[in-house]
C-alpha cells in the first residue's frame, strides 16, 4: 500500500488504516511512522539520516550531495543556512504578485490549460527572477530535467541532466556561497509547488474562492508530498522499537497532520525537525498567487483528477484541466 500511496484516488482511509496499524515493517523490511507524535520523533531525532551517497556514474549526484535536502549531520547546517540566506531576500508579498502577474500574462487568450503544467512553469520563473536569473524561461528548462533527473517518476528513467546544472551554475553564480544552495531551492519548489496548485486549480468551479483557504485546505487534505524517507544511523527507535542501523523508514507526512489524536493538529505538509522545508512561505505565497490569477479568469475544473503521476512521495495530478470563462471566444488554444 506504501508505495501506491500518493497515487491513490483518495488516499485518507489509507492514511487512517496507517496510522491505526502504528509503526510496523513492511513486507520488505521497511519501517514504517503516520502518527503525529511518531513522525516527528523521527524526523527530530539525529540517528534518522538521509543517507544520500553520490554515484560516480550519474555526475548530478555530485551536485545534489552540496543540496540541503540530500545532507546529513554536521554538514547539513551550514548548507541550510545558505538557503535561508537566499529566501531571507525574497518578499512573499511580491512573490505573490510576481505569481499572479506572470500567470495572468501565461494565460491571456487561453481557453483551456493544465494547472499542473502552469504550476511547473510560474513558480520557478518567479523565483529564479527573484533571486536575479536573467533568463527565468531557461532556469525553468532546466530546473524540470534537474527534478527528472533528481526526483524521477517511476515509469521514467533519471536523465544525466549534466547540461541542465551547466545551465544553472552560470546564471547562480552572482549569488553568494555554493550555487548548490539556488539550485536546491529551485529544484525543491518545481515539482511539490506543481502538485499544490494542481490540486487546489482542481477545485475550482469558476466562482469566488478564498485563496487562502483553499492552500490550506489542499496542503492538509491533499498533501504535495505524502511522505519522505530516512535511513536508521546508530540508536533509532520508533514506537519503542529500537531500528537496526542502515533500515529504511517511510515517514507518512499526509497521514500524521490528519491524526485525530495530536492535540495540536500540526500540519506536516512541509516536514518537520531539522530538514522541514525552509520555503514553506515562499510556496504558499506563490501557489495563491498563481490561484489569485486563475481565480480573476473565472478558471474552472473540467472535471475531477483522474489520476496522479506515478511516483513513491509526491502527489501530482494528472489532467487538472482548467477552462477560462475570462478567456476571449473565438479560437482557443491550449497553454503550452
Ligand atoms: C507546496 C510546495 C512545497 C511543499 C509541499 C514542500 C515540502 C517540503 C518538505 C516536506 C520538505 C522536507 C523533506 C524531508 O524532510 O525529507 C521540504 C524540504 C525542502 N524544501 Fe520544500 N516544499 C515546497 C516548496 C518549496 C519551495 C517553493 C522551496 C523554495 C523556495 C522549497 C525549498 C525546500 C528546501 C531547500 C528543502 C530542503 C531543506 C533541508 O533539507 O534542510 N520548497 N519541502
Known amino acids: 500500500m506504501i508505495d501506491e500511496l500518493a497515487r491513490l484516488p483518495d488516499p485518507a482511509a489509507a492514511h487512517d488504516e496507517l496510522r491505526r496499524r502504528g509503526p510496523h515493517r513492511t513486507p520488505d523490511g521497511r519501517w514504517v511512522v503516520a502518527g503525529a507524535a511518531d513522525v516527528t520523533a523521527v524526523l527530530g531525532s539525529p540517528a534518522a539520516r538521509i543517507g544520500f551517497a553520490t554515484d560516480p556514474a550519474r555526475p548530478v549526484t555530485a551536485w545534489q550531495a552540496r543540496m540541503a535536502r540530500f545532507t546529513d549531520g554536521a554538514e547539513h547546517a551550514p548548507r541550510r543556512a545558505a538557503v535561508q540566506r537566499l529566501l531571507a531576500g525574497l518578499d512573499p508579498a511580491a512573490l505573490r504578485a510576481d505569481a499572479a502577474a506572470a500567470t495572468t500574462a501565461r494565460i491571456a487568450g487561453v481557453a483551456e490549460l493544465d494547472a499542473v503544467v502552469l504550476g511547473r512553469q510560474v513558480p520557478v520563473a518567479v523565483l529564479a527572477a527573484a533571486l536575479g536569473v536573467g533568463d527565468p524561461g531557461a532556469a525553468v528548462a532546466a530546473v524540470a530535467e534537474l527534478a527528472a533527473a533528481l526526483a524521477p517518476r517511476l515509469d521514467a528513467?533519471?536523465?544525466?541532466?549534466?547540461?541542465?546544472?551547466?545551465?544553472l551554475r552560470d546564471p547562480l553564480a552572482h549569488l553568494p556561497g555554493d550555487p548548490a544552495a539556488a539550485m536546491g531551492l529551485l529544484f525543491q519548489s518545481y515539482d511539490a509547488t506543481a502538485a499544490l496548485i494542481?490540486?487546489?486549480?482542481?477545485?475550482?468551479?469558476?466562482?469566488?474562492?478564498?485563496?487562502?483557504?483553499?492552500?490550506?485546505?489542499?496542503?492538509?487534505?491533499d498533501g504535495p508530498v505524502q511522505l519522505t524517507t530516512r535511513v536508521a544511523g546508530t540508536g533509532l527507535a520508533v514506537g519503542g522499537r529500537a531500528v537496526p542501523a542502515g533500515d529504511r523508514v517511510v515517514?507518512?507526512?499526509?497521514?500524521?497532520?490528519?491524526?485525530?489524536?495530536?492535540?495540536?493538529?500540526r500540519s506536516f505538509a512541509f516536514g518537520a525537525g531539522p530538514h522541514a522545508c525552509p520555503g514553506a512561505r515562499e510556496a504558499v505565497a506563490i501557489a495563491a498567487g498563481v490561484l489569485d490569477a486563475l481565480v480573476a479568469a473565472g478558471a474552472a475544473a473540467t472535471g475531477a483528477v483522474a489520476a496522479h503521476e506515478p511516483r513513491l512521495n509526491l502527489r501530482v495530478p494528472v489532467g487538472?484541466?482548467?477552462?477560462?470563462?475570462?478567456a476571449p471566444s473565438g479560437s482557443p488554444r491550449p497553454a503550452g
Not at 157 to 167: I, K, T
Not at 199 to 211: I, K, S, T
Request: proline share 11%.
Open 157 to 167: 528513467a533519471p536523465p544525466p541532466a549534466d547540461a541542465a546544472v551547466a545551465a
Open 198 to 221: 494542481g490540486a487546489a486549480a482542481a477545485r475550482l468551479d469558476g466562482g469566488p474562492v478564498d485563496v487562502d483557504r483553499l492552500v490550506a485546505t489542499v496542503l492538509r487534505a
Open 251 to 265: 515517514v507518512v507526512l499526509a497521514a500524521a497532520g490528519t491524526d485525530p489524536a495530536d492535540p495540536a493538529r
Open 320 to 326: 487538472a484541466t482548467l477552462r477560462l470563462s475570462a
